[in-house]
């Protein structure tokens, strides 16, 4: 299985501040990686998929890069709705792992 | 638009088997573009993903849970299930549904999610 890592685990932050969060894959994955976004009690949403497509109707604030083993999820400027936890997952090959998961709670 | 929603027993006693559907509305489960998968979330921890199923009926499992897990399609009802034997307190978790997007030949995702159900497994 390809076993995924996600650095900081938890994060805080403040209102405008930039935030990135890495995944790290433990083998080549290409660009077979989407990030998702969940709020407490709520499903996951997706907001980037292919390492770096937006998807439809995520604002562009969200930025993804990054290919093979090292990804990158960048948060240009926080707003008060991305206080949330963030995951990784990958999409290379079954089983579809996830990453432990980014809280980035309020500072 | 595109919804899913899960429906099912939300307590299931140690032993059994926990059964599960994904009701499909607003679009069609038989599409060449689409898997459709199960996803479960044990309390205040992270994502497992489950496995897979075509409308065809091809299916992919984890291979952790692969010796306790059935899951079917019925394109008739536009539904999809997931059957899980044996379950212990460990089973005990939200379940999602949600379809995974099969853009080739280099994207993949999950944009659809139902909300979720929470199984509990307890005597």
């Known amino acids: 299985d390809i076993q995924l890592t996600q650095s900081p685990s938890f994060l805080s932050a403040s209102v405008g501040d930039r935030v990135t969060i890495t995944c790290r894959a433990s083998q080549d994955i290409s660009s077979y990686l989407a990030w998702y976004q969940q709020k407490p009690g709520k499903a996951p949403n997706l907001l980037m998929y292919?390492?770096?497509t937006l998807h439809s109707g995520v604002p562009s604030r969200f930025s993804g890069s990054g290919s093979g083993t090292e990804f990158t999820l960048t948060i240009s400027s926080l707003q008060p709705e991305d206080f949330a936890t963030y995951y990784c997952q990958q999409l290379h090959s079954h089983p579809f792992t996830f990453g432990p998961g980014t809280k980035v709670d309020i500072k | 638009q595109l919804q899913l929603q899960e429906s099912g027993p939300r307590l299931v006693k140690p032993s059994e088997t926990l059964s599960l559907t994904c009701t499909v509305s607003?679009?069609?489960?038989?599409?060449?573009?689409?898997?459709w998968d199960w996803i479960r979330q044990p309390p205040g921890k992270g994502l497992e993903w489950i496995g897979s199923?075509?409308?065809?009926?091809?299916?992919y499992y984890s291979p952790s849970l692969k010796s306790r897990i059935t899951m079917s399609v019925d394109t008739s009802k536009n539904q999809f299930s997931l059957k899980l034997s044996s379950v212990t307190a460990a089973d005990t978790a939200v379940y999602f549904c949600?379809?995974?997007?099969?853009?080739?030949?280099?994207?993949?995702?999950?944009?659809?999610w139902g909300q979720g159900t929470t199984v509990t497994v307890s005597s």
């Open positions: 607003g679009g069609s489960i038989s599409s060449s573009l689409y898997y």
């Open positions: 199923i075509y409308y065809s009926g091809t299916t």
């Open positions: 949600a379809r995974h997007v099969l853009q080739l030949p280099d994207k993949y995702y999950m944009d659809v």
């Open positions: 292919a390492a770096s």
